[in-house]
């Protein structure tokens, strides 16, 4: 069983940045595939990043194409958490962001039912 707990989301001015951290509780942190995903008003969940898991040397992101470039995902296994750092925001950015776990050994997945576990999201909304 694994828990998850964002916090970091908050409003924000376009063109700012937020960093979003996601704390999992339980063991074998570093063997879950971690992802964002993010749900706006009358709109369904998407995805946003991942970060694959269980990976020797080298943990492979993928995002979806409107956040590449602005946002990053990262992880310190130490600390089982992981982060969405977001940059250039805009107001199409406003939504409630999840992180979500998934068991996919060393691959990835950007649909949200490959993931186990979700938090219970945080609001980041991007004023113009």
């Known amino acids: 069983q694994v828990q998850l707990v964002e916090s970091g989301g908050r409003l924000v001015q376009a063109g700012g940045s937020l960093r979003l951290s996601c704390a999992a509780s339980?063991?074998?942190?570093?063997?879950?595939?971690m992802g964002w995903f993010r749900q706006a008003p009358g709109k369904e969940r998407e995805f946003v990043a991942a970060s694959s898991g269980n990976a020797i040397s080298t943990y492979y992101t993928y995002y979806t194409d409107s956040v590449k470039g602005r946002f990053t995902i990262s992880r310190d296994n130490a600390k089982n958490t992981v982060y969405l750092q977001m940059n250039s925001l805009k107001p199409e950015d406003t939504a409630v962001y999840y992180c979500?776990?998934?068991?996919?050994?060393?691959?990835?997945?950007?649909?949200?039912?490959?993931?186990?576990?979700w938090g219970q999201g945080t609001q980041v909304t991007v004023s113009s």
């Open positions: 979500a776990a998934a068991s996919l050994g060393y691959g990835s997945s950007r649909a949200d039912y490959d993931y186990d576990y």
């Open positions: 339980g063991r074998a942190f570093s063997g879950y595939t």
